[in-house]
């Protein structure tokens, strides 16, 4: 799957390529840590299966938009594939890149920055990771079940930048 491609669109949609953020956000796999996804419907929610779809995967995933990945308890990744829509209120989403890049410039990160994130999708992490490296990452969630679904994911990742 040509994912790097998707990927660099995205950096260079998203900021100027002399960023500190180009190079992460060109370099992460964001459909690794959005597998599955709900889409919304007149209220109601339907479940998008990205391997099954690999080409609105590709869209979805590198488009500069929130993709929500679990509808009141029910967690993409667990739904039935048979599901064909549920009813609820979003309560996780892996939030658009474009925005978890605007809030991690607020927070004036620089090289040596050790940083708290939180977990969700794992992509904010990915992305924080690849810009700094793994050692300066601290990412929490108050939901056990993403942070053990997003350390896989992370672990699956191509390998982020290290420094001593």
């Not at 002399?18 to 992460?24: D, K, R």
């Not at 796999?29 to 299966?49: A, E, K, M, Y």
């Not at 939901?143 to 679904?149: I, S, W, Y």
Request: glycine share 8%.
């Amino acid at each position: 799957m040509d994912w790097e491609r998707h990927a660099c669109r995205l950096a260079a949609d998203t900021v100027r390529p002399e960023s500190h953020w180009y190079g992460p956000l060109a370099a992460t796999p964001r459909h690794v840590f959005v597998p599955r996804w709900w889409v919304s419907h007149s209220g109601l929610w339907t479940l998008r299966d990205g391997p099954a779809e690999p080409q609105a995967w590709m869209r979805a995933a590198y488009g500069n938009r929130t993709l929500v990945t679990r509808v009141g308890p029910l967690h993409a990744d667990d739904a039935d594939p048979g599901t064909e829509t549920v009813a609820g209120l979003p309560t996780s989403s892996s939030t658009l890149p474009g925005l978890v890049v605007t809030m991690y410039r607020h927070a004036v990160i620089s090289d040596e920055s050790d940083v708290l994130v939180t977990t969700g999708s794992g992509y904010g992490t990915a992305l924080a990771c690849r810009r700094l490296c793994d050692k300066r990452v601290t990412s929490i969630d108050v939901d056990p079940v993403l942070v053990e679904k997003a350390g896989g994911r992370l672990e699956s990742r191509p390998p982020s930048r290290t420094r001593d």
